[in-house]
């Protein structure tokens, strides 16, 4: 038995797969989001003849009443689209405000001021959501624009019930901490100390009353007026620099996606200011050259390979910020050439310490790296095979944990995106350079990555939240459905790894390794650490024969669902 049991890791699934259920399939399109009450939206909005994008803005409107840890009003994100024949990307990622400095998160000694990047409208970028899903509509929206905010103001006005994720999430002791610390956010959201109960009805007047300026005016009903001088109010009088002036000056950008190719699959992500696209294409390719996909699929050699490649990546990422003005670009990163040296360097019996992979030689680095959340994501697939990833965020949960009244929205933390101080870790723990540093207009590194990936009529849509965590996560999914041909539930609740070069460290969730393949990993040199912080991926799948079907992660609270189910 004791012989037994190392091949029987090897030849069986991980208890996490078999435990999968099948995901719902059907043929009039398919949501998949982290609530379930956002995912019927977008299946209403479907069924009333929406195509995918009108689901897709209908969904995150509808997040963003009823999932504030995250859905916002107040935030930004990136959506990946195909459709019809284009295949496009949305930036309606945060800006620093005007009044921002590269030093504003220091003290006068030029140290850190804790949590001055986290906690409070100082850490809040300018909103991107109003403008960027408006915008999305605009170009490619089918549904009259009030059709497709009108389940959103519907939540908003008449209430919804309170989940039992909501209460427990408002209820966690450092969101109590965190929500406390604005009167105006703990009289909506913790009333006398308390989260609402469960299965209570919760009214939003003022989001109602903001969704409907926005569903007769546009994004301009929001980025001035009374909404916009109430967003600049809260944040003067809790020490922010955002105005209103900031609000009428944002723009959304169409991107360019990043589209590379790996085990046979086209794929399309998000270029800069995310890195994750990057991340992925740097990832994928360096996994192909050493064909990964022929090593045996549960065991040491796959992980250390997977641990390997995405060291690399994430030690370029270093040299990554805001188009505008970053020095590497994704093309020098993506280059055949260079994926081809990074690959040659991985030793497949040991672990490179992460202090001796540096990142891409050909930039200028001012700065040597030190020695040494919350998001959430939609995909829809229409019934004519249209597809949308989408992602967005207000960084940590609940963002900077201020609720403005008058307008009905947290305001994000974003800012803690950037290197708010050169070297030092964010709240994810990266490690960031030069070319993220804060300067006024400046749109902060992300690691999102909405992303699309098809091979002749088949196709997926996913993307995730979790930080630095979204690239390395959604890669396994992809991993599992491309090179593996996992179901889809299989491929999200399969556990999984993260390593982002530094700290330099392999993260596994709990039943990710099997005690001998962690300690074949420890061996070759990985310092590992078992973490159950990870990401939460939700994806669509439009099958072959024309069939969509829907899957969430089952690690969230999420649903995925589908029109005229079979
Ligand atoms: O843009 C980024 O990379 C981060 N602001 C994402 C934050 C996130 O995913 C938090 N979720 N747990």
Same mark, same amino acid.
């Given at each position: 038995?004791?012989?037994?049991?190392?091949?029987?890791?090897?030849?069986?699934?991980?208890?996490? *797969?078999?435990?999968?259920?099948?995901? @719902?399939?059907?043929?009039?399109?398919?949501?998949?989001?982290?609530? @379930?009450?956002?995912?019927?939206?977008?299946?209403?909005?479907?069924?009333?003849?929406?195509?995918?994008?009108?689901?897709?803005?209908? +969904?995150?409107?509808?997040?963003?009443?009823?999932?504030?840890?995250?859905?916002?009003?107040?935030?930004?994100?990136?959506?990946?689209?195909?459709?019809?024949? =284009?295949?496009?990307?949305?930036?309606?990622?945060?800006?620093?405000?005007?009044?921002?400095? %590269?030093?504003?998160?220091?003290?006068?000694q030029g140290k850190p001021v804790e949590n001055a990047s986290l906690v409070g409208p100082l850490a809040a970028g300018v909103p991107g959501s109003?403008?960027? *899903?408006?915008?999305?509509?605009?170009?490619?929206?089918?549904?009259?624009?009030?059709?497709?905010?009108?389940?959103?103001?519907? *939540?908003?006005?008449?209430?919804?019930?309170?989940?039992?994720?909501?209460?427990?999430?408002? =209820?966690?002791? #450092?969101?109590?901490?965190?929500?406390?610390?604005?009167? #105006?956010?703990?009289?909506?959201?913790?009333?006398?100390?308390?989260?609402?109960?469960?299965?209570?009805?919760?009214?939003?007047?003022?989001?109602?009353?903001?969704?409907?300026?926005?569903?007769?005016?546009?994004?301009?009903?929001?980025?001035?007026?009374?909404?916009?001088?109430?967003? #600049?109010?809260?944040?003067?009088? &809790?020490?922010? /620099?955002? +105005?209103?002036?900031?609000?009428?000056?944002? %723009?959304?950008?169409?991107?360019?996606?990043?589209?590379? #190719?790996?085990?046979? !699959?086209?794929?399309?992500?998000?270029?800069?200011?995310?890195?994750?696209?990057?991340?992925?294409?740097?990832?994928?390719?360096?996994?192909?050259?050493?064909?990964?996909?022929?090593? @045996? %699929?549960?065991?040491?050699?796959?992980?250390? *390979?997977?641990?390997?490649?995405?060291? %690399?990546?994430?030690?370029?990422?270093?040299?990554?910020g805001d188009p505008a003005t970053t020095k590497a670009t994704e093309a020098q990163l993506l280059a055949p050439e260079w994926i081809a040296r990074?690959?040659?360097?991985?030793?497949?019996?040991?672990?490179?310490?992460?202090?001796?992979?540096?990142?891409?030689?050909?930039?200028?680095?001012?700065?040597?790296?030190?020695?040494?959340?919350?998001?959430? &994501?939609?995909?829809? /697939?229409?019934?004519?095979?249209?597809? /949308?990833?989408? $992602?967005?965020?207000?960084?940590?949960?609940?963002?900077?944990?201020?609720?403005?009244?008058?307008?009905?929205?947290?305001?994000?933390?974003?800012?803690?995106?950037?290197?708010?101080?050169?070297?030092?870790?964010?709240?994810?723990?990266?490690?960031?350079?030069?070319?993220?540093?804060?300067?006024?207009?400046?749109?902060?590194?992300?690691?999102?990555?909405?992303?699309?990936? !098809?091979?002749?009529?088949?196709?997926?849509?996913?993307?995730?939240?979790?930080?630095?965590?979204?690239? $390395?996560?959604?890669?396994?999914?992809?991993?599992?459905?491309? /090179?593996?041909?996992?179901?889809?539930?299989?491929?999200?609740?399969?556990?999984?790894? &993260?390593?982002?070069?530094?700290?330099?460290?392999?993260d596994a969730e709990p039943d990710a390794l099997s005690p001998e393949t962690r300690a074949e990993l420890e061996r070759r040199g990985h310092t590992?650490?078992?973490?159950?912080?990870?990401?939460?991926?939700?994806?669509?799948?439009?099958?072959?024969?024309?069939?969509?079907?829907?899957?969430? =992660?089952?690690?969230?609270?999420?649903?995925?669902?589908?029109?005229?189910?079979?």
């Open positions: 038995m004791r012989i037994l049991l190392p091949l029987l890791a090897v030849l069986l699934p991980l208890p996490a *797969l078999s435990a999968s259920p099948p995901a @719902p399939i059907g043929t009039g399109g398919a949501v998949a989001s982290a609530d @379930p009450l956002a995912t019927a939206v977008g299946l209403e909005t479907l069924r009333a003849g929406g195509n995918a994008v009108d689901a897709a803005v209908a +969904t995150a409107l509808a997040l963003a009443v009823v999932y504030p840890e995250a859905g916002n009003l107040g935030g930004g994100g990136f959506a990946v689209l195909r459709m019809g024949g =284009d295949l496009a990307a949305l930036d309606f990622r945060e800006t620093a405000p005007a009044r921002a400095r %590269r030093d504003m998160y220091l003290d006068p109003p403008a960027g *899903l408006f915008e999305l509509h605009r170009r490619y929206g089918r549904l009259p624009w009030q059709r497709v905010i009108a389940p959103a103001q519907r *939540l908003a006005s008449q209430g919804f019930r309170v989940s039992r994720y909501l209460h427990e999430v408002l =209820d966690k002791e #450092e969101n109590r901490k965190l929500l406390l610390r604005f009167p #105006e956010t703990s009289k909506v959201w913790l009333s006398e100390g308390k989260p609402p109960a469960v299965g209570s009805v919760l009214r939003l007047p003022d989001l109602a009353a903001t969704l409907d300026r926005y569903a007769a005016g546009g994004p301009g009903a929001i980025a001035t007026g009374a909404v916009a001088a109430a967003v #600049e109010k809260a944040s003067q009088e &809790h020490g922010g /620099v955002l +105005t209103a002036a900031d609000l009428a000056a944002y %723009r959304p950008v169409w991107r360019t996606p990043l589209t590379f #190719e790996a085990f046979g !699959w086209k794929l399309a992500s998000m270029p800069l200011p995310s890195s994750g696209g990057v991340i992925l294409g740097q990832t994928l390719g360096m996994l192909e050259r050493r064909e990964w996909d022929k090593l @045996p %699929r549960f065991g040491a050699d796959r992980d250390h *390979l997977l641990a390997e490649a995405l060291r %690399r990546s994430f030690a370029d990422r270093f040299l990554l990074r690959s040659e360097q991985i030793d497949p019996r040991h672990a490179t310490p992460s202090v001796q992979v540096e990142p891409w030689p050909g930039a200028a680095r001012t700065e040597a790296p030190a020695a040494s959340g919350e998001t959430t &994501h939609l995909s829809v /697939v229409d019934r004519e095979g249209n597809l /949308v990833a989408l $992602t967005t965020t207000l960084n940590g949960l609940f963002g900077c944990g201020l609720w403005v009244p008058g307008a009905g929205f947290f305001l994000n933390n974003e800012m803690d995106d950037f290197a708010t101080v050169l070297g030092k870790p964010n709240l994810f723990g990266l490690v960031q350079g030069e070319a993220n540093a804060v300067a006024p207009g400046k749109r902060m590194l992300s690691s999102m990555n909405p992303l699309i990936a !098809w091979k002749g009529q088949e196709a997926y849509a996913l993307g995730g939240r979790g930080g630095s965590r979204i690239p $390395t996560n959604t890669l396994q999914v992809m991993l599992n459905l491309l /090179v593996d041909g996992d179901s889809l539930q299989a491929a999200l609740d399969r556990p999984r790894l &993260h390593h982002q070069w530094l700290p330099d460290r392999l590992i650490q078992i973490s159950a912080v990870t990401a939460k991926i939700h994806a669509v799948h439009l099958l072959p024969d024309g069939r969509v079907e829907a899957a969430s =992660d089952s690690r969230g609270s999420g649903a995925g669902g589908v029109v005229d189910p079979e």
